[in-house]
């Protein structure tokens, strides 16, 4: 527990995890959203103020320390250097943005008002992913040939009729952003920058109520000359499949599959051997179809570490603009099939 005051901008699914995490590491002393039920909801199971205005609540809040952006993708860099104009710090969901220009901004706002900015990409704390991580930076893949990334999602249309911005091009952005940045922040984080792409994409069954792709095929080359494939589609049937990475190195073959980079499928390295991981923490369960790993606490415990001068920024504005820019490069190399 720390003294840390918060407040929260966007009162919905993904705030519920931020209001309670918050809650055990600091305060929550006030929440916004536009709708003015969500926002009295939350005010009220966390004994916070409740605003429909940003503007309202960054000029009335001036004790508050940090703020949580958990709005609409579209919306990040919007209320991102607003916040930090005013004088706050920010943790900003995924994706940073929906354009690389956005990001930039952001950063540069941040380095204005010298504050800092968090951006949650919590799968780097899914217990595999922390394992592999840790063996690259060891060294003990020798150097990495090839990388494969396969997101096999299910999002039916009932997921995006239940939502108002969600398969909107200038609000979600694309699946690459909303499904499946978790996972191209990943490849960055673990494989490094991407040079080249190329790119294929459809949108097969989600004509009527997505602007953007439902599937895609990628492959890379990274600056490490690296290469690498990404598969990704919101078409598993009936439900989600897969997220894994599989990487290939000089000295060992890894692969983090399991439906949410959960799981330590396969590994064989030269000389050793991972030992048995800890059970990570659940997928985030929206009822009628799961998200990513819920490891919001270590998001948090990160924020908590760094304000109090112990820490390093778990992904900070630089690594949320890469992904950004990875995902950006891939869809203006695509070909678009529909
Ligand atoms: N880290 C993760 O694993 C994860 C999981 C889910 C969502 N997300 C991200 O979190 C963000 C929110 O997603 P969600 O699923 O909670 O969406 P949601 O639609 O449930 O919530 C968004 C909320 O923002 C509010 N809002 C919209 N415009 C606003 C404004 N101008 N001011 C204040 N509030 C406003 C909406 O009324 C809504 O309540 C998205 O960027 C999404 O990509 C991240």
Same mark, same amino acid.
């Given at each position: 527990? =720390?003294?840390?005051k918060f407040a929260l901008?966007?009162?919905?699914?993904?705030?519920?995890?931020h209001a309670?995490?918050i809650h055990?590491?600091g305060v929550l002393k006030a929440v916004?959203?536009?709708?003015?039920?969500?926002? /009295?909801?939350f005010a009220?199971?966390y004994n916070a103020?409740?605003?429909?205005?940003?503007?309202?609540?960054?000029?009335?809040?001036?004790?508050?320390? !940090?703020?949580s952006?958990?709005?609409?993708?579209?919306?990040?860099?919007?209320?991102?250097?607003?916040?930090?104009?005013?004088?706050?710090?920010?943790?900003?969901?995924?994706?940073? /943005?929906?354009? !690389?220009?956005?990001?930039?901004?952001?950063?540069?706002?941040?380095?204005?008002?010298?504050?800092?900015?968090?951006? !949650?990409? %919590?799968?780097?704390?899914?217990?595999?992913?922390?394992?592999?991580?840790?063996?690259?930076?060891?060294?003990?893949?020798?150097?990495?040939?090839?990388?494969?990334?396969?997101?096999?999602?299910?999002?039916?249309?009932?997921?995006?009729?239940?939502?108002?911005?969600?398969?909107?091009? =200038?609000?979600?952005?694309?699946?690459?952003?909303? %499904?499946?940045?978790?996972?191209?922040?990943?490849?960055?984080?673990?494989?490094?920058?991407?040079? &080249?792409?190329?790119?294929?994409?459809?949108?097969?069954?989600?004509?009527?109520?997505?602007?953007?792709?439902?599937?895609? !095929?990628?492959?890379?080359?990274?600056?490490?000359?690296?290469?690498?494939?990404?598969?990704?589609?919101?078409?598993?049937?009936?439900?989600?499949?897969?997220?894994?990475?599989?990487?290939?190195?000089?000295?060992? =073959?890894?692969?983090?599959?399991?439906?949410?980079?959960?799981?330590?499928?396969? %590994?064989?390295? *030269?000389?050793?051997?991972?030992?048995?991981?800890?059970?990570?923490?659940?997928?985030?369960?929206?009822?009628?179809?799961?998200?990513?790993?819920?490891?919001? *606490?270590?998001?948090? &415990?990160?924020?908590?570490?760094?304000?109090?001068?112990?820490?390093?920024?778990?992904?900070?504005?630089?690594?949320?603009?890469?992904?950004?820019?990875?995902?950006?490069?891939?869809?203006?190399?695509?070909?678009?099939?529909?």
């Amino acid at each position: 527990m =720390s003294n840390l005051k918060f407040a929260l901008i966007g009162c919905g699914r993904i705030a519920e995890r931020h209001a309670e995490h918050i809650h055990n590491k600091g305060v929550l002393k006030a929440v916004c959203d536009i709708d003015s039920k969500k926002a /009295a909801a939350f005010a009220e199971k966390y004994n916070a103020t409740a605003y429909t205005c940003i503007e309202e609540l960054l000029l009335k809040e001036k004790d508050v320390d !940090v703020v949580s952006i958990c709005t609409p993708n579209g919306l990040h860099a919007e209320h991102t250097i607003k916040a930090l104009q005013s004088g706050f710090h920010v943790v900003c969901e995924k994706p940073m /943005a929906i354009s !690389v220009q956005d990001c930039g901004d952001m950063i540069q706002a941040a380095e204005k008002a010298n504050k800092r900015l968090f951006i !949650v990409k %919590q799968n780097r704390f899914n217990p595999p992913v922390v394992a592999v991580k840790k063996l690259i930076d060891e060294g003990r893949l020798g150097k990495i040939f090839s990388v494969q990334l396969n997101c096999f999602w299910n999002r039916n249309n009932e997921y995006y009729k239940g939502s108002d911005w969600k398969g909107s091009l =200038s609000l979600d952005g694309g699946t690459l952003y909303t %499904q499946f940045s978790h996972f191209v922040d990943l490849l960055y984080w673990m494989i490094g920058d991407v040079k &080249e792409v190329h790119t294929f994409k459809n949108n097969f069954i989600h004509k009527d109520i997505v602007q953007f792709e439902d599937t895609g !095929v990628v492959i890379l080359k990274f600056f490490n000359n690296a290469l690498g494939t990404i598969n990704f589609t919101i078409n598993s049937f009936g439900k989600n499949m897969e997220g894994s990475i599989t990487i290939f190195g000089e000295k060992g =073959s890894v692969k983090i599959g399991g439906q949410y980079l959960n799981e330590l499928e396969y %590994q064989k390295i *030269d000389d050793y051997e991972i030992p048995v991981l800890p059970k990570g923490n659940p997928a985030n369960n929206y009822g009628q179809y799961f998200g990513s790993m819920s490891n919001h *606490d270590k998001v948090y &415990e990160n924020v908590v570490d760094v304000l109090q001068g112990q820490g390093v920024i778990a992904t900070n504005g630089f690594e949320g603009l890469k992904t950004v820019e990875i995902i950006d490069k891939i869809y203006e190399a695509s070909l678009k099939l529909y």
